[in-house]
Antibody, heavy 116, light 107 residues
Framework: EVQLVESGGGLVRPGGSLRLACSVSGFSVSDSYMDWVRQPPGKGLEWVGRSRDKSFSNSIKYAASVQGRFTISRDDSNNLLYLEMNRLNTEDTAVYFC???????WGQGTLVTVSS | DIQMTQSPSSLSASVGDRVTITCRASQDINNYLAWLQQKPGEAPRSLIYAASTLHSGVPSRFSGSGSGTEFSLTITSLQPEDFATYYCHQYKTYPVTFGGGTKVEMK
């Protein structure tokens, strides 16, 4: 059974950093497109970025709003996906979801609140 | 970036109604279009990909159609568990972009 479980959310000051993790079971993160998608409170979905599989040289794509501040990485041996977030601002407040197989499967999300 | 415009933004319907939601892309995306369902406090659930292919386990009352720039999601006989918000998204080019959502509420 495919399962994705996010962790690492919390309260952070503007300008601060946070690292989210997505623990995966049921398939290998290295074999799948893995996405981070966020949802600000009461608003719609926003794509954050994607880690592509080895058929695309494991390349990573980002939304313009997070390019240069956020970094997606994988730990293939532990089947984990990460989202390193730096220089956070209040507009980054959202529930962050990880998703696999081109958004076929989703985790339950973790809330990141950026506030002073 | 490709803009995705959903309409309506919300609708009221009754159990048994036929409901259609439309999604328009700002440029041709072939059939690289998917639909998601999201209930309050829950993660999104994937319903349809490639504009018209149902994911495994999705009831047959859901259907998708369209190609190019105009797409639609139809629920033929609305069930109580279908009251939710629906999102389209395109995956033809990066960045992946979502429609603003359509909230289906009980009349």
């Amino acid at each position: 059974e495919v399962q994705l479980v996010e962790s690492g959310g919390g309260l952070v000051r503007p300008g601060g950093s946070l690292r989210l993790a997505c623990s995966v079971s049921g398939f290998s993160v290295s074999d799948s497109y893995m996405d981070w998608v966020r949802q600000p409170p009461g608003k719609g979905l926003e794509w954050v970025g994607r880690s592509r599989d080895k058929s695309f040289s494991n390349s990573i794509k980002y939304a313009a709003s997070v390019q240069g501040r956020f970094t997606i990485s994988r730990d293939d041996s532990n089947n984990l996906l990460y989202l390193e977030m730096n220089r956070l601002n209040t507009e980054d407040t959202a529930v962050y979801f990880c998703s696999s197989q081109a958004m076929t499967n989703w985790g339950q999300g973790t809330l990141v609140t950026v506030s002073s | 970036d490709i803009q995705m415009t959903q309409s309506p933004s919300s609708l009221s319907a009754s159990v048994g109604d036929r409901v259609t939601i439309t999604c328009r892309a700002s440029q041709d995306i072939n059939n690289y279009l998917a639909w998601l369902q999201q209930k309050p406090g829950e993660a999104p659930r994937s319903l349809i990909y490639a504009a018209s292919t149902l994911h495994s386990g999705v009831p047959s009352r859901f259907s998708g159609s369209g190609s190019g720039t105009e797409f639609s999601l139809t629920i033929t006989s609305l069930q109580p568990e279908d009251f939710a918000t629906y999102y389209c998204h395109q995956y033809k080019t990066y960045p992946v972009t979502f429609g603003g959502g359509t909230k289906v509420e009980m009349k």
